[in-house]
């Protein structure tokens, strides 16, 4: 059985076939230039602190924009959490023809990506909440749901910083994630939970549940 973590991440699973192509992951390689670039405030203490070295000897560096290297039908199971929406929709789009292309008759395909829906919810409600507040001279809900969205630039951020950080190009509903797995040719498709699900170790991959959008889709 052969199961595919796309934009894994450290969420490396030894029985897994791990993908990432992040600049973090490109650079765990090399601990002296990662450790300068802490110490210049380009890698930020958070990123810093994640162990990448633990689990670099498990990732495949590969490019998702570019075609999976797999044959056609040859993967059971592909996992893939916050990694399309830091494509723009073109290549989110050809990403997802080509899981569709690699994954096995029956195979199972769970996609977890920041729910759009939710965030702008948590945003109306946000203005609702300050234009009933006897407290209402906070007007910048816009700023803190575009930071959210992880789309916004207040200032010119240098190219290195974009790099090692990466901003969202795309974002996704429900609904317009259902049509864009339809079109690419899956089916069954139903929004499922936190851990919950039939993707197998769920328990370990599934993070970010105060802002994810979880679906599974059959071919």
Request: charged share 30%.
């Amino acid at each position: 059985m052969k199961k595919l973590n796309l934009g894994s991440g450290t969420k490396c699973l030894d029985d897994w076939i791990n993908i990432d192509n992040s600049f973090n992951a490109r650079l765990a390689k090399y601990p002296r230039l990662r450790y300068l670039l802490f110490k210049l405030n380009i890698l930020s203490k958070k990123h810093y602190d994640v162990d990448w070295a633990d689990h670099i000897h498990k990732i495949m560096i590969h490019d998702v924009s570019k075609k999976l290297p797999f044959d056609n039908e040859s993967i059971d199971y592909i996992y893939s959490s916050h990694l399309i929406e830091h494509l723009n929709k073109e290549k989110g789009e050809k990403l997802l023809v080509e899981c569709f292309r690699v994954l096995k008759k029956g195979g199972l395909f769970r996609l977890v990506v920041p729910d759009l829906e939710l965030l702008a919810n948590d945003y109306i409600k946000e203005i609702t909440d300050t234009q009933n507040s006897k407290d209402n001279t906070d007007f910048l809900m816009s700023e803190r749901f575009l930071d959210r969205l992880n789309m916004s630039e207040k200032t010119k951020i240098p190219l290195i910083i974009k790099i090692i950080h990466p901003e969202h190009k795309w974002m996704y509903d429900q609904f317009s994630l259902t049509a864009l797995l339809t079109s690419c040719g899956f089916t069954t498709i139903r929004k499922t939970s936190y851990k919950e699900g039939n993707c197998p170790d769920i328990e370990l991959l599934d993070n970010r549940p105060e802002e994810s959008l979880y679906l599974e889709a059959s071919k």
